[in-house]
């Protein structure tokens, strides 16, 4: 029962997550106006705001005008309902999960932004990185001053890249890095650039994009992430993720 409520609240936050996603590189509020159809602007009544399961019920297309919904949103309220019943399966209801709800959130609201504008603002980073901070400062890495040097030693690495390629990584990109880098430390911040390099390669064959054509790496660095997260102790069978 705790297992199916904790993933309709990841759904529901999945649908929070797109629509800041959706709306804060456009500089809109998030408030206002309430959620309606992009094409005819019409207000959405209560049955079309039903996370995932309005999606399927209009068949993937407003009811009013019959302009087709982006698949996204299902993909984005589901894979935010996997990742919570994930923590929640993990570390369950802690002071730990909290921070890792958190850090997901940020990767879910990124992913939206990178993938519909090839963007992300840099509010998300001022409003989540301070959270971050505090959780660091609350329960640091076992060696202390890691996270720090790791974020300093994330952002000379790109400096570097960025100097002899031009425009070779987003800035977007290069400051999730440094926050995967400050929360977990130098080794965390390789295995995801080695991951997420090699899935970014992966997807711009599968959709033909041609050298040096920019395209949404997020979601790469996303993926990468949460097979670190999820993924990483069982294979080192070391347990505890943040031992």
Request: charged share 15%.
């Amino acid at each position: 029962m705790v297992d199916i409520l904790v993933f309709i609240t990841g759904i529901s936050m999945g649908s929070f997550f797109h629509l800041v996603g959706e709306r804060l590189p456009l500089k809109q509020s998030i408030m206002f106006p309430r959620s309606h159809c992009t094409a005819c602007k019409q207000m959405l009544s209560v049955d079309e705001m039903l996370p995932l399961i309005s999606y399927f019920l209009l068949k993937g297309a407003c009811k009013r005008c019959g302009a087709r919904l982006s698949k996204l949103y299902p993909l984005i309220e589901l894979l935010s309902g996997v990742l919570f019943l994930l923590i929640y399966k993990n570390v369950g209801f802690s002071f730990e999960g909290v921070f890792v709800v958190i850090l997901c959130s940020l990767f879910v609201i990124a992913v939206v932004s990178d993938f519909l504008y090839m963007r992300i603002p840099n509010d998300l980073f001022l409003f989540f990185f301070p959270l971050f901070v505090i959780y660091r400062t609350i329960y640091p890495l076992p060696i202390w001053w890691e996270g720090a040097a790791s974020a300093f030693f994330c952002f000379l690495t790109f400096y570097c890249l960025d100097r002899l390629h031009p425009n070779s990584i987003g800035g977007a990109d290069m400051k999730l890095f440094c926050v995967l880098s400050f929360c977990f430390g130098l080794k965390a911040f390789l295995i995801n650039l080695f991951l997420s390099s090699t899935l970014g390669i992966v997807y711009a064959k599968l959709f033909s994009f041609r050298l040096r054509e920019p395209f949404p790496f997020v979601p790469a660095i996303a993926v990468s992430f949460w097979l670190y997260l999820f993924g990483y102790d069982v294979l080192e069978q070391n347990g505890g993720w943040f031992e």
